[in-house]
């Protein structure tokens, strides 16, 4: 079957997309950059020439800067 993809949030300005996924436990930097990157390489293939993803670990109010595709 085929696997679903669900980030949290996607903000989109032309041709640009924003992730921002949302996270209330322990920071799983390694585990949540992956599952970000997958969502960022995902919306190029659909059209996108630039994504910036970011994880927003709520308890901690911090946010982290994932990358740029």
């Not at 669900?6 to 996270?23: C, L, N, T």
């Not at 996108?48 to 595709?69: A, M, Q, S």
Request: with cysteine; net charge positive.
């Amino acid at each position: 079957g085929k696997e679903i993809l669900r980030p949290d949030r996607i903000m989109v300005k032309g041709k640009k997309a924003i992730i921002a996924d949302y996270k209330w436990g322990e920071k799983m930097t390694e585990k949540y950059y992956r599952q970000v990157s997958r969502y960022a390489v995902t919306l190029k293939k659909c059209g996108f020439d630039e994504v910036e993803g970011y994880i927003w670990y709520l308890h901690f109010n911090e946010v982290e800067k994932v990358g740029v595709w």
